[in-house]
Each structure stands twice: as structure tokens, then as C-alpha cells.
């Protein structure tokens, strides 16, 4: 009987534990998979009908404090378009306003001076670094951050 007991009682001392250290191991990071669905979600539409992202990396990551983590991506990407044909086919869409086209012209023709010449069907590889905030509902990827160094993409 006090076999039985002995068991019982380590048996709840081990739950105890369990629950009370799960507390001190309460994710400071968000996890991997989320790191680089966001990543990719976010280059996508930062790039939206240019380029499609297929694969991000994480390749370094670190906690500012207990809430915010940066994660330093690799973002290998897909050239849905050329530049020029971009702007050919932005031209002749209607459905945007004469000042929507010329601040799109205007992304685009700084697009052009940043990345390096490509067409429909290149791979380039992006740096970017992102902010994630951990909110009620999780982790969350909040902005883009500057580049420590403005590494060019390449093909």
C-alpha cells in the first residue's frame, strides 16, 4: 500500500515539475517554420507580380529583449517578369489611376537601379532582416529592418 503511494506521489511530483517548468521554457523565439512562412509571405508582397519567394532561409536570428526577435533571411526568389515588361503591362492596365501608374513607374524605376539586370525565370537571392513582435496572439512578423550593409541580390 505505501508502494502505491510512493508511486502516486512521484507521479504528481513529476507532473508538478513538468507544469512548473514549462513556465522558464516559454518560447523567446518564434519557431522556425513561422520564421520563414512570414518571411516569405512578407517578400511576396513586397515584391507583388515581380518576383514569387521560393524558399527562405533563416541564417542567423537573435532576441532584442524577452518580445522582439530578429531574424536574419536568405530569400531565394523567382523573377516572374522583367522589369521593362512590368512596366509595359502596368501601362496598359486600366484599372489603375494616372497617379497610382506614376507611383508604381516610380518603385519600379527604383527597382531598376538597386537590383541587378534579370528576366522572366532568374533566381535571385535577397538579404532582409525581420522584426518579430510576441503579441497575445504569438509571434508576429511586425517590419523589415534596414540592412546592416546594402548586399545586392545575385543571380
Request: no cysteine.
Given at each position: 500500500?505505501?508502494?502505491?503511494?510512493?508511486v502516486i506521489a512521484?507521479i504528481?511530483l513529476l507532473?508538478?515539475?513538468?507544469?512548473?517548468?514549462s513556465?522558464c521554457f516559454?518560447?523567446?523565439?518564434?519557431?522556425?517554420?513561422?520564421?520563414?512562412?512570414?518571411?516569405?509571405?512578407f517578400?511576396n508582397?513586397?515584391f507583388?507580380?515581380?518576383?514569387?519567394?521560393?524558399k527562405?532561409t533563416k541564417?542567423?536570428g537573435?532576441?532584442?529583449?524577452?518580445?522582439?526577435?530578429?531574424a536574419e533571411m536568405s530569400?531565394?526568389a523567382?523573377?516572374q517578369i522583367?522589369?521593362?515588361?512590368?512596366l509595359m503591362?502596368?501601362k496598359?492596365?486600366?484599372s489603375y489611376?494616372?497617379l497610382?501608374k506614376a507611383r508604381?513607374?516610380?518603385?519600379?524605376?527604383l527597382?531598376?537601379l538597386?537590383l541587378?539586370?534579370?528576366?522572366?525565370?532568374?533566381?535571385?537571392t535577397?538579404?532582409?532582416?525581420?522584426?518579430?513582435?510576441?503579441?497575445?496572439?504569438?509571434w508576429?512578423l511586425?517590419?523589415?529592418?534596414?540592412?546592416?550593409?546594402?548586399a545586392q541580390?545575385?543571380?
Open positions: 500500500m505505501s508502494q502505491a503511494y510512493s512521484k504528481i507532473l508538478s515539475l513538468s507544469v512548473l517548468l513556465g516559454d518560447s523567446h523565439k518564434p519557431n522556425l517554420e513561422q520564421i520563414s512562412s512570414d518571411s516569405k509571405q517578400f508582397n513586397e507583388q507580380g515581380i518576383f514569387l519567394a521560393d527562405a541564417e542567423n537573435y532576441n532584442e529583449n524577452d518580445n522582439h526577435y530578429v530569400i531565394q523567382t523573377a522583367s522589369l521593362d515588361d512590368y503591362a502596368l496598359d492596365n486600366d489611376s494616372p497610382q508604381i513607374a516610380l518603385q519600379v524605376s527597382l531598376k538597386t541587378p539586370e534579370f528576366e522572366q525565370g532568374d533566381h535571385l535577397f538579404k532582409r532582416r525581420f522584426l518579430f513582435i510576441k503579441t497575445d496572439n504569438g508576429q511586425r517590419q523589415q529592418l534596414k540592412e546592416k550593409d546594402s541580390p545575385v543571380l
